[in-house]
Structures are given as structure tokens and as C-alpha cells.
T-cell receptor, first 113, second 113 residues
Framework: EPEVTQTPSHQVTQMGQEVILHCVPI?????FYWYRQILGQKVEFLVS????????KSEIFDDQFSVERPDGSNFTLKIRSTKLEDSAMYFC???????????FGSGTRLTVV | SQKIEQNSEALNIQEGKTATLTCNYT??????LQWYRQDPGRGPVFLLL?????KEKRKERLKVTFDTTLKQSLFHITASQPADSATYLC????????????FGKGTKLSVKP
């Protein structure tokens, strides 16, 4: 069964450093998403991406965050200057369409120290 | 205020019984409601999607109902097995949203042999 692949699985970074989280969505999916989950809390929406542009973003997704689809397969989330409160599990997801279920990756655990 | 609540944090049942999980929402107009399974340290796995004009959806041992009058969805697992033990998440997809799923906190189901 096709999978969404995320790398790295764990990332530890110093506060103030930039991190880039990588995702390879399912090849025939057109919609891409980033979500995050702080330990013990709900899964929260960050951003959706379609047709090479952001469709919707949440209040969490401020100027420190950006997304890119640099080629036909990768989808990245960049955090420019990490803060302690950015520590969370970050999930990439993709879907065929807006009214279909999402396929989530296994996540990147980001720890900011 | 807008809320999505999964009434039980934890549900313990005996193998072979039917597990019923509840998801209630207020002040949302969902176009769709989705159910996911999440295992510890893993990403959510899509199970079922039900549209606002559908009353019931089934897939193998799973059944979802959606009552927009009561603002409630019920998720049933029949003939439950220990392998069904996981956290189950409901997620609202609002009308007009572009991938911004609103997740509940989840119900942790434990199925005892």
C-alpha cells in the first residue's frame, strides 16, 4: 500500500536554529498538508497546499514557517528560527481530493533545546 | 465557542463485544466527518469518512453514523479484538475549509482478551 514518507524520524535542534522537515507524499495525490501534535494534545492543522500554492494556513503557521514543493515528489516544512514551544510531532499528509481521507506519514519528532 | 469533544478519554471492553465511541461538536457546520486510528508514536490512519447528507457508513467491522441534528457521530467496532486497541480520533472537515481538519482529543480503546 502506498505510504507517505517523512524524514528524519527524530530531529533535535538548538533554539533559534532553522530546521527543514522532509516529506514524500503519495505520487498521485494532489493535496498536501502539515499537521503537528504536541505531546498529549490534539492533532493540529498547520497548512494545506494545492497546485503549488498554500490553500489555507492556521494561526500557528506564522512567518517563521514556510512550505515548499521543490520538485515533483518532495514537500518540505521549514521553521526559520525554532522556539521551545515548536517541540512536537510533525505529520505530513496527502490526499487525492478534498473530500477523501488523508494518508498521514509516521511523523518527525522535533525537539527544540 | 466551537468545540469538538470525544466524550470518553478511555474505554475498556472485553474481546468480542462492540465498542461504541462518541464524537460531539458545537458551532461547526461540517461537510464531512472522518475517523482515524492512532497508535503510540505513529501518524493517524484513515478509517472512514461520512458526509453530512449520509446517515451511516460501513467498512468490514466498522460502522459510523452521523446525526447533524444531534451534532454527533458514533463509531462502532463490532466483534472487537485486542488488535483494535488504539486511540481513535474524530476529525471535522468544515464547509469551505481547504484541508483544515479539526481533530478531537481521541478515545483510547483497550480490548481485553
Amino acid at each position: 500500500e502506498p505510504e507517505v514518507t517523512q524524514t528524519p524520524s527524530h530531529q533535535v535542534t538548538q533554539m533559534g536554529q532553522e530546521v527543514i522537515l522532509h516529506c514524500v507524499p503519495i505520487s498521485n495525490h494532489l493535496y498536501f498538508y502539515w499537521y503537528r501534535q504536541i505531546l498529549g494534545q490534539k492533532v493540529e492543522f498547520l497548512v494545506s497546499f494545492y497546485n503549488n500554492e498554500i490553500s489555507e494556513k492556521s494561526e500557528i503557521f506564522d512567518d517563521q514557517f514556510s512550505v515548499e514543493r521543490p520538485d515533483g515528489s518532495n514537500f518540505t516544512l521549514k521553521i526559520r528560527s525554532t522556539k521551545l514551544e515548536d517541540s512536537a510531532m510533525y505529520f505530513c499528509a496527502s490526499s487525492v481530493g478534498g473530500n477523501y481521507g488523508y494518508t498521514f506519514g509516521s511523523g518527525t519528532r522535533l525537539t527544540v533545546v | 465557542s466551537q468545540k469538538i469533544e470525544q466524550n470518553s478519554e478511555a474505554l475498556n471492553i472485553q474481546e468480542g463485544k462492540t465498542a461504541t465511541l462518541t464524537c460531539n461538536y458545537t458551532n461547526y457546520s461540517p461537510a464531512y466527518l472522518q475517523w482515524y486510528r492512532q497508535d503510540p508514536g505513529r501518524g493517524p490512519v484513515f478509517l472512514l469518512l461520512i458526509r453530512e447528507n449520509e446517515k451511516e457508513k460501513r467498512k468490514e467491522r466498522l460502522k459510523v453514523t452521523f446525526d447533524t441534528t444531534l451534532k454527533q457521530s458514533l463509531f462502532h467496532i463490532t466483534a472487537s479484538q485486542p488488535a483494535d486497541s488504539a486511540t481513535y480520533l474524530c476529525a471535522l472537515d468544515r464547509r469551505g475549509s481547504q484541508g483544515n481538519l479539526i481533530f478531537g482529543k481521541g478515545t483510547k480503546l483497550s480490548v481485553k482478551p
